[in-house]
């Protein structure tokens, strides 16, 4: 996904091709499938009652959560070898994350890996890939980096180096700042969900100034305000964020996803999980 420096002329990826092509074909979130409804969960409403994201459990369920929207699988830890160009603009848009070629926080991996494991098969692409780094071009990649890059998955040193890296850029920051705010584990999970797919940068559309709109609306539980509400303010904002690229416009990992919880009242996250995305269907027991 997108650098947290990047300007607005990177906008963020999108890692599966399923969705750019749902977004090519012009599937509109009304059209992606109906909202779920289940029985409300006796859950906590406040921060202090629910386990935090960063909690083991609850990681490894937002985890699949965003597999389910960027790779249509729950199976996220398949995704360590997931690499294409979706012709976003972005260049290689690769691993559990949506690093990309185009965008600073592949080059960002793949040093890091260097930095641990020096004469690892992707090392040899440093070099260019800070050349294309801002640009959609394969100069210098082309033609082995794809196979590298599967290759360079097998390796335990290069997994732990993507965990590594999205918990950094990614994850880290949207827990300790949902934290902040004083919300539960499905709020923090929204932060997340927004972070990787919009980044941090200062453009209108990221992390950033998506909250920003949302606290212009309602204030979080850290202000005294409702919690619900506030996610409410944070979701809408998150939605028009998303509606201005054409590659971001279904949104259904928030309106039958995200929505689907919170309306339920499961401000923890706390499990079964039924949501839908693009039409089809996940559980969590």
Known sequence: ???????????????TSRRTVLALLGVSAAGAGAVLLRPAHAAASTAASCAGL???????????????????????????KYIEDIGDGRGYTAGIIGFCSGTGDMLDLVQLYTDRKPGNVLAKYLPALRRVNGTDSH?????????????????TAFQQAQNDERDRVYFNPAVQQGKTDGLGTLGQFTYYDAIVMHGDGDDPT???????????????????GNETTYLNAFLDARVWAMKQEEAHSDTTRVDTEQRVFLRNGNLCLNTPLDWKVYGDSYHIG
């Open 1 to 15: 996904m997108r650098h947290p420096n990047d300007a607005a002329t990177n906008p963020a990826p999108v890692l």
């Open 54 to 80: 960063d909690d083991p459990a609850k990681k490894e369920i937002a985890m699949k959560l965003v597999s389910s929207a960027e790779n249509s699988s729950l199976d996220w830890k398949a995704q360590y």
């Open 139 to 155: 100069s210098g990649l082309d033609p082995n980096f794809p196979s590298d890059w599967r290759k360079a998955a097998q390796d």
């Open 206 to 224: 990221s992390f950033r100034n998506i909250r920003k709109r949302a606290l212009a609306k309602a204030k979080p539980p850290a202000q005294g």
